[in-house]
């Protein structure tokens, strides 16, 4: 029985990631109605620039992680004009191919330079042990640090002049624009941060778990399973379906394959956009 605890509580240690990198993905289509394509290549470079701040260039790896959301922010905004910014307005299959096309270029690249060769970043953290059963001081650590940058995020969000106005072009464009907020700069900050949440979880998956190229495809997965979750355009939503799908693999864990974990998730994932259209964990905004 404890076994089954232990994998439960590291279920949602891990999860709480997974919701950080849906937070992103969920983001940016709450303010702009573009569901983002290059999420997982996103995730992938935030692992591979904490590769190289961490493993090449010494930096302390949970050091890294500012200089990694910087990075993702800047990227964010260029990846917006470049892919993103014409498509505002049209059909989404418009944007869902501007952005798959991003999205392939750049593991199409990644695979040139690194090929599918397994990388690690050495993280070593002192665990809990309870009982024989030890929770990862890396798992930990992420967990806290997701919940510390959701926390940031709300009060950017709620707190500060251009988070109200994200909020704002969320809710309703044209009235923001009759306002006098400029809303295509708001798009272009939603967008950066965004693709900023998404490197910053990579970056964080990466000191739990070893990764290549490709890994990105199976965690944006992921990040779409909770996002229909916690609903769409719903952050706090997202992180609260990313601790349930961690959860959900913490109790799938002990008792089948580790390859049946993603027939569940994914049932569930049908199942709840048949009865929840709107998400489990949807919240009216405000």
Same mark, same amino acid.
């Given at each position: 029985?404890?076994?089954?605890?232990?994998?439960?509580?590291?279920?949602?240690?891990?999860?709480?990631?997974?919701?950080?990198?849906?937070?992103?993905?969920? *983001?940016?289509?709450?303010?702009?109605?573009?569901?983002?394509?290059?999420?997982?290549?996103?995730?992938?470079?935030?692992?591979?620039?904490?590769?190289?701040?961490?493993?090449?260039?010494?930096?302390?790896?949970?050091?890294?992680?500012?200089?990694?959301?910087?990075?993702?922010?800047?990227?964010?905004?260029?990846?917006?004009?470049?892919?993103?910014?014409?498509?505002?307005?049209?059909?989404?299959?418009?944007?869902?191919?501007?952005?798959?096309?991003?999205?392939?270029?750049?593991?199409?690249?990644?695979?040139?330079?690194?090929?599918?060769?397994?990388?690690?970043?050495?993280?070593?953290?002192?665990?809990?042990?309870?009982?024989?059963?030890?929770?990862?001081?890396?798992?930990?650590?992420?967990?806290?640090?997701?919940?510390?940058?959701?926390? *940031?995020?709300? *009060?950017?969000?709620?707190?500060?002049?251009?988070?109200?106005?994200?909020?704002?072009?969320?809710?309703?464009?044209?009235?923001?624009?009759?306002?006098?907020?400029?809303?295509?700069?708001?798009?272009?900050?939603?967008?950066?941060?965004?693709?900023?949440?998404?490197?910053?979880?990579?970056?964080?998956?990466?000191?739990?778990?070893?990764?290549?190229?490709?890994?990105?495809?199976?965690?944006?997965?992921?990040?779409?399973?909770?996002?229909?979750?916690?609903?769409?355009?719903n952050p706090a939503g997202a992180l609260a379906g990313g601790v349930a799908l961690g959860l959900l693999e913490g109790l799938a864990t002990p008792f089948m394959p580790v390859s049946w974990t993603e027939v569940i998730e994914f049932a569930v994932f049908v199942a709840v956009l048949i009865a929840y259209p709107g998400g489990l964990f949807a919240f009216r905004r405000s």
């Amino acid at each position: 029985m404890l076994g089954v605890l232990a994998s439960i509580v590291d279920g949602v240690l891990v999860g709480a990631v997974y919701g950080l990198a849906a937070m992103g993905l969920t *983001l940016i289509w709450g303010v702009m109605n573009v569901i983002n394509l290059s999420h997982g290549a996103m995730i992938v470079a935030g692992m591979f620039a904490l590769y190289y701040l961490a493993s090449v260039f010494g930096l302390p790896a949970y050091a890294a992680l500012p200089p990694v959301l910087a990075a993702g922010f800047v990227v964010g905004i260029g990846l917006y004009w470049l892919a993103v910014h014409r498509m505002i307005g049209r059909p989404h299959l418009m944007s869902l191919l501007a952005t798959f096309a991003v999205n392939m270029i750049l593991i199409g690249l990644g695979t040139a330079v690194w090929g599918t060769v397994l990388f690690n970043v050495p993280v070593s953290l002192p665990g809990i042990s309870l009982r024989g059963y030890t929770f990862t001081g890396t798992h930990i650590m992420a967990a806290v640090l997701t919940a510390v940058i959701a926390g *940031l995020l709300y *009060l950017f969000l709620y707190r500060t002049r251009p988070g109200k106005a994200i909020r704002a072009v969320a809710s309703n464009r044209e009235a923001a624009e009759l306002s006098g907020i400029p809303t295509t700069q708001v798009l272009a900050l939603a967008f950066g941060l965004g693709v900023a949440l998404a490197c910053t979880s990579g970056a964080l998956i990466a000191t739990m778990f070893p990764f290549t190229v490709l890994s990105g495809s199976a965690y944006e997965l992921k990040s779409f399973v909770v996002t229909v979750l916690g609903g769409l355009g719903n952050p706090a939503g997202a992180l609260a379906g990313g601790v349930a799908l961690g959860l959900l693999e913490g109790l799938a864990t002990p008792f089948m394959p580790v390859s049946w974990t993603e027939v569940i998730e994914f049932a569930v994932f049908v199942a709840v956009l048949i009865a929840y259209p709107g998400g489990l964990f949807a919240f009216r905004r405000s």
